[in-house]
């Protein structure tokens, strides 16, 4: 089992709609959980990090996690073609002191 | 501010070459990571220093791959020789880290390597 899955994608989304990324992690005592956006051809961007059960919302961006299922999802509300990226998913590793293992990512496609 | 500097961004090289890239990460931020990106794999974690001492390097592929932090505002990271097998693009990342908290990581703009 993989420390961190998420499905490849593509997720097709119409503009507007909210796209729903999902993420779960196999390591019961990880505290800390981050999204990073990677365009094509450029860097991974920290867009959300998110350390307590509940929801976090950073503008058109809600984090959700619960630690007792292992999962963390990302929603983006009234999706903008500018939203197509991949989207990685990193969780911290136990013992792993500052060291976080990412997702393979799941690719976004808003579809204008 | 300026970002996590890396150097250079693009590499073309033959097998057998010796391959040096480099990375001044945030100032202020006493962590520095080396990651790896291909299609295949994603993005995986080759070493990461705190305060210039390497914690993990279980990531590192093999001896042919080896990586310094000298002071706090500079890495390299060494491949020798090089082989095709290596082309991919490789990450710095840097964050600050206060007690027990996993901090949020910056990343460099990457050096894409080819190795032919």
């Known amino acids: 089992q993989k420390e961190v899955e998420q499905n490849s994608g593509p997720l097709s989304v119409p503009e507007g709609a909210i796209a729903s990324l999902n993420c779960t992690y196999s390591?019961?005592?990880?505290?800390?959980f981050f999204w990073y956006r990677q365009y094509s051809g450029k860097s991974p961007e920290l867009i959300m990090s998110i350390y307590s059960n509940g929801d976090k919302e950073d503008g058109r961006f809600t984090a959700q996690l619960n630690k007792a299922s292992q999962y963390v999802s990302l929603l983006i509300r009234d999706s903008q073609p500018s939203d197509s990226a991949t989207y990685l998913c990193a969780v911290n590793v136990a013992g792993g002191y500052q060291k976080v293992t990412f997702g393979i990512g799941t690719k976004l496609q808003v579809i204008p | 501010d300026a970002g996590v500097i890396q150097s250079p961004r693009h590499e073309v090289t033959e097998m057998g070459q010796e391959v040096t890239l480099r990375c001044k990460p945030i100032?202020?931020?006493?962590?520095l990571f080396w990651y790896r990106q291909t299609m295949m794999r994603g993005l995986e974690l080759l070493i990461y220093f705190n305060n210039n001492v390497p914690i993990d390097d279980s990531g590192m592929p093999e001896d042919r791959f080896s990586a310094k932090m000298p002071n706090a505002s500079f890495s390299t990271l060494k491949i020798q020789p090089s082989e095709p097998r290596d082309s991919a693009v490789y990450f710095c990342?840097?964050?600050?880290?206060?007690?027990?908290?996993?901090?949020?990581?910056?990343f460099g703009p990457g050096t894409r390597l080819t190795v032919l």
């Open positions: 390591d019961r005592v990880s505290q800390s």
């Open positions: 100032s202020g931020h006493n962590s």
């Open positions: 990342a840097s964050s600050f880290s206060s007690g027990h908290r996993h901090n949020e990581q910056f």
